[in-house]
Each structure stands twice: as structure tokens, then as C-alpha cells.
């Protein structure tokens, strides 16, 4: 996975709550076997739309996506990040966001930030009103900032921001602890009622 | 004596296999349902690494996502769903995983045959690709949905790194009204907590008139689980429980099913026990409810209006409350039996069981589909699909105008060529009303299978509890 440290990007606002991950990418696109491609059909049906930011220069090679409350809820699809990091979108800041997108998005190198509501009805305004609006997000200080004053602390679980930091495998992090995997997997098997085969 | 335990708890922590300081936990995961749809990319990155699926006994495979449910569907006219069902072949094939393939007996929605299999038992952890594996903590297993990276995680190490969830009990006291279902027990919670308002959590599900469902009617519940954002559902095992995994082909038999049974009756939150939150919901209270808007939390009683934004809701859901009125072209004040329906779909891994179909097949006993209706049964595996023609059910749609279907997820979600079209309005027992979710367009309205049973004969939504059945003697 590619790592994470600092992003400076124009910024694309998505003045929209709940977007579900149906939204992100619709299903007609989950019939693909591939991992990659799934940019180009990025909210593919609200883009049909000609003021959606798909559709304005001015959002063209934006890495950095807001939106309102509960970002990614609904269906589990990983397709949904790999959607959002195929576009070009690295990171995405919202007041919430929904649990099995927040693990999928991590696991593919985006990095989702939770700032409070009152600053991201800020960042959608300054992202809607003035053309060319960027800003820094900086995972290893933990910061964004634009250049008109704004800054905003946000944290994230340590250990995911190492992940994202190093760009780390998460099988290979888990395989460290294989011995420990072993000894458990010994003793649990016994318990004949959690093996599946009768 | 030892702390009080909830059963979230206990199950959790029957599963850790490591607890690395400032990194999540390892937990073991018991059984690893497979589909074509989020699985091909997990297989292909063990094979990029060179890495074994290591326990292919506790992984086991169907087709559901895509598959037509029409007779003939063994050449699947879609090439790319056509691919990827048979890439799902190749690699079970090359990682020795048991597949139940379109022409299994065992083939289903993976979140009915599981149960139905007994592969599904309490106690368990249990992953799927897919967000409603919530489902399975109807039998007290902690069951959750996940994303590829993690399908591939699991079948290279069996387990998941997993942050410890909160913990979330929902008591439903009382006794239902007639005419409110397990579906309606979960709309009614969902529209009080709103459709984040587990997110984090792990939800209980507890009170007598929990206790009083049928196994069908705790999946439905636990199903949905996902739409208010919640990591899982779980329900405690109990006498229903077991009586329901007796005899299944997974269950242990003879004295195994005995030292089983005595292990499941030990899955029970401890009196004392303490949970991060709780909620009582009166069951007496609750009505069949329809879903108006383009989120699982947008609904309202049957004999409710379609709402319109007020001067309490902030500018940001006003806005979302005028972007699904539009969607679904909607106006406030509407009566909700005053909506026609184009379509009904009645299916999906919340409502496709036996009893449900049966539930809906009572409703409809007597009286023909609304003329313009188009409807459809689509049971949710082959096993539910025989059960009901053995018992008739599929004549008894047939003759009221139903289209009686092959087994699959179907309209739930439209991967198959099953779809609304633009701006057809849809009465379904499916799970989510998101915006295209059935299809580019399309408005879907969630209810339980007796409403629409209901509304297919009448051709709008319609009160089931003044329902005239005419066919109780039928179905005795």
C-alpha cells in the first residue's frame, strides 16, 4: 500500500450526509475482477449531474474530498475505496464516517479525518466559494491547515496511522504473531463445536 | 467472583489469539462465508504473494450477488457476472474450498443457507464480504461484514485485527400487536436511532419480545443491524435455538450435540453485566412501518404521512430530507397508503425465509395482484425454495400473479438482470432504500413481507392488521 505522510490539494467539497457506499460505486461495477479501474465510475450516477465536481475543471486533480456526517455507510464493498484512491483521492474529511468503509479506506492507503462539524461546514464553504481553495493535511503532525489561517488538529488510532505512515501490509503484521496463532488455533479446534465440518 | 459479562464479551474473548500492546487485537475468526462478488481480488493477492488460504475447512462458497433467478440460468447471458462467477470456481477449485454452485442443493443468499446448513452455530465468530453477516448473530455468534483486504487477511492468517467495540442492548418488552413483524421490530429501532446510531457498536438484542421470535424473525432483526450502523447484532441462544439447529447437517449429533448444547447455554449476558448503552423500546408501540426516503432511517408507521423537514432539523437535514423527497418525488403530508407501487419484491437475505414466504403467502391466499403490479417471490436458497412448493406456497403466489424465482440475492441489490427502472416504485422486504440500490432510479420503500403481500394485491401500501385473510384454513 502506498504510504500516507502529507498532502497538499486542492479541495473537493460533497455537501451531501450519508453517503453510501452504493453512491461511491454503484453495483453494476462489483462484477469486475480487478482491484484497479474503478475510478472512471466513481459516483457514476450522480455525475450524471453537470455541476457535480467530477464535471468542473476547477476540482480536476483534487486529492482531498469533504463531505458531511456518516461518509461510506451501507454495503461493505472495498470497491468503494478502491473507487475513491483510483480517482486520485488520498484523503477524505468528514464528521463521521461508517465503520467497515473507516477499515477498508485504511487498508488502501486513504486516510479518513474527523474533524467537528462546525469545521467541516467551514471547509465545504471554502471549498465551494473560492476556486483554487487547498489544504495541507499532514498525518505525521496530525494537522491541516490552509494558507488563510485555518488549522485543525485531528487524531487518528496510533496504530493505523503507522500503517498508513509506513505503508505496512496488514497479513504480513499479523504473521509476526504466528506462533501465537498456532498455540490458539491447538487448543481451539478442540472445542469441536466451532469447527464448521460436522 | 468472576465480573458480570455481557455475551458480546464473552464470545470476544474466547476468540483472542493475541493482544500486542498499542496494536488492535487478533481475533479468530471460526467460519469464513465466500461470494463471487468480493472475494476474486482476496484469492488473487494470495496468489501474488504466494500465500495458502490456510483453513479451507472453516471457509465454504456460493453464488448469490449475481446469479439470474430465472429457470433457465446456467448460461449467464452477462459476460463480466459470467467471469466472475467462474473465477470463484477456479479458485475454490486451487484453494480446496467447498463451493454450493448454481446447481447445489445447498446453493442460497449466503446469510440463509449458513443457518440453514448449521454451519452457522452459537458461539462463533463469523466474516462474509458482505455487510449483512450481521445476520448470523441471530444464533448468539458475533458475525460481521467485511471488505476484501480483510477477506484475504483471513483466509491467509484465520483471524482479523480487530479494535474491541462498544456495546449497545436493545430491549423490546411486551408483546407485538398483531400484524407487526420482526421487520417492523428493527424499521421501528432504526428510525428512533437513526441510521448511524450504533456505529461503533456491537447490539444486543434482549427483552420477551426478542425471546418470542422465531429464529427467521431474529435474523431478520440482526440482518439489519448494519443499517443503523452497528459492527453486529447478537441475540443470547435459547431452547428456540437449539430446536432450530437440531438435526442440521453441520450440527454435531448424539453426545457432542449434548456437551454443545450445554457450552451454547452459557452464551448469556450475566445478570449485573454492564453495557456502554441501552435502549427499551415498548413493544406494544410499535406498528408495521414503511420506509419513505432514501436511508433505512427515513421511516414512518403505515398510517403515517411522508414528513417533511421542520424548523428543528439543521440546514444539513433539511437538505437531505428535500434530496430524498426529490428522489423518491415525494410530498410532505402525503398518506402513506395514498403511495402506488410498480413493483414488489419480495426476497433477500432479511426476508426470504420459509416463514416469510409463508407470511406472505397467507395475505395473498384468496386475491390476485393489482393489475399494473408486476410482483416476484425470490426464496433466498434451493432449501427454502423446496420447502415452500412442498408445502404449496409457490402455487399459491403463481395463481395470485406472482413470479415464483430461482434462489439468489436478486432485486435486493440488482446485479442480476433483476431491476427496477427509472422512477418505478418498488414495495420490497429488502434491507436498503438507498438511492439506484434496485436499480438506476428506482424507489424503494422497505416493509415486511405482509405488507407487501398487502400492497401487491391492492397496488398501494396498505394496513395489514385490517387485512381479510381468506385462506387460514389453507395454510393451517
Known amino acids: 500500500m502506498q504510504p500516507f505522510r502529507v498532502v497538499n490539494s486542492v479541495v473537493t467539497p460533497l455537501d451531501r450526509a450519508n453517503v453510501d457506499t452504493d453512491q461511491i460505486i454503484p453495483k453494476q461495477f462489483l462484477k469486475r475482477i480487478e482491484r484497479t479501474g474503478y475510478g472512471e465510475f466513481l459516483f457514476f450516477d450522480w455525475r450524471r449531474e453537470p455541476e457535480f465536481f467530477v464535471n468542473q475543471p476547477r476540482y480536476q486533480g483534487s486529492q482531498i474530498l469533504v463531505a458531511a456526517k456518516n461518509f461510506g455507510c451501507g454495503s461493505s464493498r472495498e470497491h468503494a475505496a478502491w473507487a475513491l484512491f483510483d480517482y486520485g483521492f488520498r484523503c477524505v474529511i468528514a464528521p463521521t464516517f461508517a465503520d467497515i468503509f473507516h477499515s477498508n479506506a485504511g487498508k488502501n492507503g486513504i486516510l479518513l479525518v474527523t474533524l467537528p462539524e462546525k469545521d467541516v461546514d467551514h471547509l465545504l464553504g471554502q471549498a465551494s466559494h473560492h476556486e483554487g481553495y487547498r489544504l495541507t493535511v ?58 464448521p465440518r460436522a | 467472583m468472576s465480573k458480570p459479562k455481557t455475551l458480546f464479551e464473552k464470545v470476544w474473548e474466547q476468540h483472542l489469539v493475541a493482544e500486542p500492546a498499542n496494536e488492535p487485537t487478533l481475533l479468530y475468526i471460526d467460519l469464513h462465508l465466500v461470494h463471487e462478488v468480493t472475494s476474486p481480488q482476496a484469492f488473487d493477492g494470495l496468489r501474488l504473494a504466494g500465500r495458502k488460504l490456510r483453513r479451507p475447512d472453516r471457509t465454504v462458497a456460493t453464488v448469490d450477488h449475481n446469479v439470474p433467478t430465472t429457470p433457465n440460468r446456467l448460461i449467464i447471458e452477462d459476460a463480466i457476472a459470467a467471469k466472475q462467477i467462474d473465477t470463484l470456481r477456479k479458485n475454490c477449485q486451487e484453494f480446496g474450498v467447498e463451493l454450493y454452485d448454481i446447481q447445489s442443493p445447498n446453493q442460497g443468499i449466503v446469510h440463509v443457507i449458513g443457518p440453514e446448513l448449521g454451519l452457522t452455530k452459537p458461539g462463533m465468530t463469523i466474516v462474509c464480504g458482505d455487510s449483512h453477516t450481521s445476520t448470523h448473530g441471530a444464533f448468539g455468534a458475533l458475525a460481521f461484514g467485511i471488505g476484501t483486504s480483510e477477506v484475504e487477511h483471513v483466509m491467509a492468517t484465520q483471524c482479523l485485527q480487530q479494535s474491541k467495540p462498544k456495546t449497545f442492548r436493545i430491549s423490546v418488552e411486551g408483546e407485538l400487536p398483531s400484524g407487526v413483524t420482526a421487520k417492523d421490530i428493527v424499521l421501528g429501532i432504526i428510525g428512533r436511532i437513526g441510521n448511524d446510531g450504533a456505529t461503533g457498536h456491537v447490539v444486543e438484542y434482549a427483552g420477551s419480545a426478542i425471546r418470542a421470535l422465531s429464529m427467521e424473525g431474529r435474523m431478520t432483526i440482526c440482518n439489519m443491524s448494519i443499517e443503523a450502523g452497528a459492527r453486529a447484532g447478537m441475540i443470547a441462544p435459547d431452547e428456540t435455538t437449539f430446536a432450530y439447529l437440531k438435526d442440521r447437517g453441520f450440527s454435531p449429533e448424539g453426545k457432542a450435540w449434548d456437551n454443545a448444547v450445554a457450552e451454547w447455554r452459557q452464551l448469556q449476558t450475566d445478570p449485573g453485566a454492564t453495557f456502554d448503552r441501552e435502549l427499551l423500546i415498548k413493544a406494544e408501540e410499535l406498528t408495521p412501518f414503511v420506509t419513505w426516503g432514501t436511508n433505512p432511517g427515513m421511516v414512518v408507521p403505515i398510517t403515517g404521512h411522508v414528513p417533511g423537514p421542520t424548523e428543528s432539523h439543521s440546514e444539513a437535514e433539511r437538505r437531505s430530507f428535500n434530496q430524498a423527497l426529490t428522489y423518491m418525488a415525494l410530498k410532505p403530508g402525503t398518506a402513506i397508503e395514498d403511495i402506488a407501487i410498480d413493483r414488489v419484491f419480495i426476497g433477500s437475505c432479511t426476508n426470504s425465509r420459509i416463514e416469510d414466504l409463508r407470511a406472505a403467502a397467507k395475505v395473498v391466499t384468496g386475491y390476485h395482484v393489482y393489475s399494473h403490479v408486476r410482483a416476484m417471490v425470490v426464496p433466498g436458497s434451493h432449501h427454502v425454495k423446496t420447502q415452500a412448493e412442498q408445502e404449496g406456497l409457490d402455487k399459491i403466489f403463481i395463481e395470485a400473479g406472482f413470479e415464483w424465482r430461482e434462489p439468489g440475492c436478486s432485486m435486493c441489490l440488482g446485479m442480476n438482470p433483476d431491476i427496477l427502472q427509472p422512477g418505478e416504485r418498488c414495495a420490497s422486504t429488502s434491507n436498503r432504500n438507498f438511492e439506484g440500490r434496485q436499480g438506476r432510479g428506482g424507489r424503494t420503500h422497505l416493509v415486511s413481507p405482509e405488507m407487501a403481500a398487502a400492497a401487491a394485491v391492492t397496488g398501494h401500501f396498505t394496513d395489514i392488521r385490517q387485512w381479510e385473510y381468506k385462506g387460514e384454513e389453507v395454510l393451517a
Open chain 1, 138 to 195: 499532514s498525518l505525521e503532525n496530525e494537522t491541516i491547515h490552509d494558507d488563510h489561517g485555518f488549522e485543525a488538529k485531528f487524531s487518528i488510532d496510533p496504530f493505523r496511522r503507522y500503517c498508513l505512515l509506513e505503508g505496512l501490509d496488514d497479513i504480513g503484521l499479523t504473521l509476526r504473531h504466528a506462533a501465537a496463532l498456532d498455540a490458539f488455533e491447538t487448543q481451539h479446534n478442540e472445542k469441536f463445536w466451532l469447527t
